[in-house]
């Protein structure tokens, strides 16, 4: 018989020694290292995704883009819709530091241009004798910054507000593309979020229910699932945008579009989040919060949910290409988004025939970007997908 | 609430006026679906008719190999599955004397015996949550049952975590941070948590190494004296259960084959798979290296069990009766239960203790 | 005695972690014998099945062999290192499967589920030896018959997942044996399997042994397994051999305080009913803080405590406390105990260091 069990309550005896210095050695190892001990799954993600330096970099770029979306009217030298019958098609200026072999402050050149006798179509030379100087915070066109403050203050441009610099050249009906692109980055990124996150309330609602519930009603869920994915989406999403009357206002036009963009995208979402929950069913962690009396509802939300919370979010995360290249697809044949509202598949349109190209090569550059937009997704999603789960 | 007196009459092997818990003919069938429309094409009889009493601050194993039915059974007495048990009754004695059947009450009727009854889990890695600190693992019991808050729940954690020997300071600590043995601590804190009457214990050390399992089987038994708590111990390994029971169920393809003290069930086994499951146990003992009864075949399948007596097509002393007849679990020594129809008849081998009495430090 | 098959010497494999170094097997000998039984036992991340897996160079990265000699003495004279070898060489290969063998705890490790058994074992035949399909049949059925399963021709043609547990364990012993090996290596092959399953395959695989007269490595962390099976006996803890010896030696005369734990810590068939157990303080330390000096001192009961602390300092060597009996522990060492008999106020010793801190 031990001495210890007949101690009275409240005096039980001190730490054995051994369980005290083992104790002791990992504190000790905890010191050495990180705080991996008191580590929060989003801590330990963290330093798992820190690893991943491509999904690092695709971060970087994606925040950067993200910030161009939120201060779009500050960061466009131009409005974008306003048409200048003078500046059709013309080239890009590029933007020069070096002059005369010696750095100096940036500047650009004047486009010269005159009327091609026989094709009627504007040509365009840089002028060499005229200099525009560019600025940092200069005065532009007003606007209202994040649709609050009335200035006309932008972040970049020719120092003198009377000459023009479009450093990305500008469109058939001469508007500024590098202006037009900063907004559709706002219109595309959000469109691509905004689907997403439809996508995720259908997802997870039916997902969830179908792996909770299970028997007849997962039985449901699942063949209307395997039904949707089943209907090849690009037709679908034609039939359905075609739908959208034409006479309905831009902003109304826009949430159309989200909706047809993610009614067709939760059921990626339902699979992932039934398969969760089923296996999640089965964890031992789950049946001792049952044991220990957890209602239904803190067993969903506080140890299921939980659980693949940072799964859903990589998988969004995967899935968010796919809305952004849905739209510019849509847009780019003519069935999504139209003027006034710019989206990189609006801007694409303008690259749809060879001609168009051909004068003017650099219409394609929002597709570029669209690639770049895309591939960081792409590593982001992957990133996180390997931190996901920080205790496998 | 379903209040049932205790029928002495019908009550099952050993009548006991006090017994904490009564299992009368426990049933756990799992439906076995198939096809588009997830038709019900078979049962898995977990466990199929077992009986038997826990007397207030014993130990009581079942012990069997896979598939017996030893772990259905415990998991159907915490109702731990979202189903109730197919049929069957199971009667609990609360504090204030009042027996209920866990088997028919619904999920909220069962909340107040959630606090009575808990379980160790087998597996230290699966059975805590990684994504909650130990503070918030050892006190979900005490929040989700509205025992303690705040300050109050934090003092009784610590003063949990002393008791399973780990510092209190580690707390706020994740699962992760610790070794199988440590967390294991922190499952029988948790289980420990509401002062609970009964622990079922799932292989509660089967995972862990030897050295560790010691540690464990020591802090229960000195737990179970300080509190006074009754142990069901669901373990499949004999020597393991020879420490830590006062009396052992020996389950075999969801049925009870034999019931009796653990002396007694070591030393004179009365069926003939009690004796080959002693007798298969490797020893840590290389001069007692003996002849072995080594069976033929294997555990059949539940979905699917033989005739009978489900070990007849193993057993080396099995009869045309066998094949027949169902074995019922009958008393044939006072508190010795078997399942076999020739227990009478048969000498079976036990495992000799008078040789090794000092071997064991 | 020219038995000697396989001799392991300082063997080392460590694993390159992204968050360190993790020195899985660290230094290990071992005298692998003809027609003997080597049990390597010892508790969850002691090495056991890295230094199994090195011996045929099985080890994946970020694992790597990175010092010591495996000798296989493959007849009078002609003795050669395998780490001489390639791991993915020809050589190696030719050794794997026709002289060395191994069976896994989980026989799906080993047999493919799109593949027959008898498809399978007539494979690995005919890898190592040129005969026709006919023939190699007709081995491969001696072989399934050989291991205890019924109906042999018939199993030949079934699929993994057509068999039980225990037919899978013996469907994958044919598969290992097939070519007829020196050498078995057994990695915890009954662990998964019942009580009476267990039994079943503990005596077939004593019945082949004697039959092909082949050399056995068990590796396993249940001491009964070890008494059952074994010859000779190596304890492992932290990637070192801490103990090795004689079945009889081990069991009866252990001489490492790791051993002598072990021993005490097992619960006995034949034990008191309601009794403590003598439990081993502590857990086995992490890879990554592995205790300088004695890698056991922290959970030593019989530690030297001294003003040199040597235990916790310096790596003890392994010493000779029988015939064929070593210890890795101070308490054998003749320094070690003169050091703790005497209150020693030496500072300069010349102990070889052999450890990091």
């Known amino acids: ?392 | 609430m379903h209040n049932v007196v205790l029928h002495e009459a019908d009550s099952a092997p050993n009548t006991q006026h006090a017994a904490l818990l009564q299992v009368e003919d426990l049933k756990m069938y799992f439906p076995i679906r198939k096809g588009l429309l997830q038709r019900k094409v078979g049962e898995v009889k977990a466990v199929d008719g077992v009986s038997f009493a826990l007397r207030p601050g014993e130990t009581l194993s079942l012990v069997g190999e896979s598939g017996c039915g030893k772990t259905t059974t415990g998991r159907s007495i915490v109702r731990a599955y979202k189903q109730p048990p197919s049929a069957g009754r199971i009667l609990f004695r609360g504090d204030n004397g009042h027996v209920a059947d866990l088997a028919r009450l619904s999920d909220a009727e069962m909340k107040p015996y959630r606090k009575a009854v808990q379980m160790v889990f087998q597996d230290p890695f699966a059975s805590l949550n990684p994504r909650m600190t130990v503070r918030d693992i050892v006190g979900e019991p005490l929040r989700v049952n509205g025992m303690a808050q705040g300050r109050e729940l934090e003092a009784r954690v610590a003063e949990l975590l002393h008791r399973v020997k780990l510092p209190p300071e580690f707390m706020s600590r994740y699962p992760h941070a610790f070794s199988g043995g440590q967390r294991q601590r922190i499952g029988i804190a948790r289980a420990l948590a509401t002062n609970p009457r009964l622990v079922v214990a799932d292989e509660a050390v089967s995972a862990l190494d030897v050295s560790v399992q010691a540690q464990i089987l020591n802090l229960m038994q000195d737990l179970q004296a300080e509190l006074g708590l009754t142990y069901l111990f669901v373990a499949h390994n004999l020597s393991v259960v020879r420490y830590i029971s006062d009396r052992v169920a020996v389950m075999y393809v969801g049925r009870v084959v034999e019931l009796a003290e653990t002396s007694k069930l070591f030393a004179m086994p009365r069926h003939p798979y009690t004796e080959a499951l002693l007798a298969n146990v490797p020893r840590p003992d290389p001069r007692a290296r003996r002849s072995r009864i080594v069976l033929q075949g294997e555990v059949p399948d539940p979905a699917n069990p033989p005739s009978g007596c489900h070990f007849h097509p193993r057993c080396p002393y099995a009869k045309e009766r066998c094949r027949v007849e169902i074995p019922v679990l009958r008393e044939l020594a006072s508190g010795h239960h078997v399942a076999c129809h020739f227990a009478e008849e048969l000498t079976l081998r036990g495992v000799d203790t008078s040789a090794v009495a000092g071997a064991s430090p | 005695m020219n038995d000697l098959l396989l001799e392991v010497e300082n063997l080392q494999t460590h694993f390159f972690l992204d968050d360190g170094l993790v020195k899985a097997v660290d230094g290990v000998h071992l005298h692998i014998r003809r027609g003997r039984t080597l049990a390597v036992v010892g508790e969850s991340g002691c090495g056991k099945s890295i230094m199994a897996r090195s011996l045929l160079q099985i080890v994946t990265p970020p694992g790597k062999i990175v010092g010591g000699a495996i000798r296989y003495h493959r007849g009078p004279g002609d003795v050669v290192n395998l780490l001489d070898y390639d791991r993915k060489g020809p050589e190696m290969r030719a050794f794997r499967g026709r002289e060395a063998a191994m069976i896994f705890q989980e026989p799906m490790a080993s047999l493919s589920p799109v593949y027959t058994i008898g498809n399978q074992i007539v494979e690995s035949f005919r890898l190592h030896f040129k005969v026709s399909k006919a023939e190699a049949r007709t081995v491969a059925i001696e072989m399934l018959r050989k291991v205890g399963i019924p109906r042999p021709e018939a199993r030949f043609d079934a699929y993994p997942h057509q068999l039980s547990g225990g037919m899978r364990q013996r469907a994958m012993i044919a598969m290992a044996l097939i070519c007829q090996p020196n050498l078995l290596i057994a990695d915890e092959p009954t662990t998964a399997l019942d009580v009476t399953t267990q039994a079943q395959i503990l005596e077939l695989l004593q019945k082949l042994q004697a039959e092909l007269e082949m050399a056995v490595v068990m590796i396993t962390h249940d001491l009964g397994v070890v008494a059952e099976m074994a010859d000779d006996v190596a304890v492992m803890y932290l990637g070192q051999v801490v103990e090795q010896g004689s079945v009889d030696d081990i069991f009866y005369n252990p001489q490492h305080p790791y051993t002598r734990g072990l021993l005490a810590s097992i619960p006995r068939l034949e034990g008191a009913t309601r009794a403590r157990l003598a439990a081993i303080p502590g857990t086995v330390p992490h890879p990554y803080a592995r205790p300088g000096g004695c890698p056991f001192h922290t959970r030593c009961r019989e530690r030297i405590i001294n003003r040199l602390d040597m235990c916790k300092t310096e790596a003890p060597p392994l010493v000779q406390v029988g015939a064929e009996h070593h210890a890795r522990c101070w308490l054998h060492h003749n320094q070690g105990v003169e050091l703790s008999s005497e209150a020693v106020q030496l500072a300069s010793l010349p102990l070889t260091t052999t450890g990091g801190h």
């Open chain 1, 1 to 392: 018989m031990d001495v210890a069990r007949n101690l009275p309550n409240g005096m039980q005896p001190a730490l054995p020694a051994d369980v005290a210095e083992e104790l002791a050695a990992l504190e000790r190892e905890d010191a050495s290292g990180r705080a991996v001990a008191t580590a929060s799954q989003w801590k330990l993600m963290w330093w798992r995704f820190r690893k991943h330096t491509l999904a690092k970099v695709s971060l970087a770029v994606l925040g950067f883009l993200f910030l161009v979306a939120i201060f779009a009217d500050a960061i466009a030298p131009y409005d974008p819709t306003v048409t200048q019958s003078n500046r059709t098609y013309a080239p890009p200026q590029p933007i020069y530091i070096i002059e005369n072999g010696r750095l100096t402050w940036p500047f650009a050149l004047g486009l010269k241009s005159t009327i091609d006798a026989e094709s009627l179509r504007r040509m365009y030379v840089l002028d060499h004798e005229q200099r525009i100087d560019m600025g940092l915070f200069v005065q532009g066109e007003p606007y209202r910054l994040l649709g609050l403050f009335e200035t006309n203050t932008r972040l970049f441009g020719a120092s003198n507000g009377a000459q023009q610099v479009s450093v990305l050249g500008s469109d058939r009906l001469g508007r500024d593309l590098f202006s037009r692109m900063v907004h559709a980055t706002r219109i595309s990124l959000s469109i691509g979020l905004a689907a997403v996150f439809v996508s995720l309330l259908l997802g997870v609602t039916l997902g969830g229910i179908s792996g909770y519930v299970g028997g007849r009603v997962d039985m449901v869920i699942q063949r209307v699932v395997e039904f949707i994915d089943a209907i090849p989406s690009l037709p679908l999403w034609m039939g359905l945008s075609a739908a959208i009357p034409l006479t309905w206002p831009p902003l109304w036009v826009y949430f159309a579009i989200t909706l047809v963009l993610s009614l067709l995208g939760w059921t990626g979402m339902a699979r992932v989040v039934r398969g969760r929950f089923l296996a999640m069913r089965e964890e031992d962690f789950v049946m001792a919060a049952r044991v220990s009396g957890s209602g239904e509802r803190r067993i969903i939300f506080r140890h299921m949910l939980p659980s693949f919370v940072s799964h859903i979010i990589a998988s969004l995360t995967l899935t968010i290409p796919g809305r952004i290249l849905g739209e510019t697809s849509l847009s780019f044949l003519g069935l999504g988004l139209k003027e006034p509202i710019i989206s990189y598949g609006v801007l694409l349109q303008d690259a749809q025939n060879i001609r168009a190209v051909a004068t003017a090569p650099w219409l394609i550059v929002p597709a570029l970007v669209v690639v770049v937009i895309v591939i960081a997704y792409n590593f982001l999603g992957d990133g996180l997908r390997d931190a996901a789960d920080p205790y496998a």
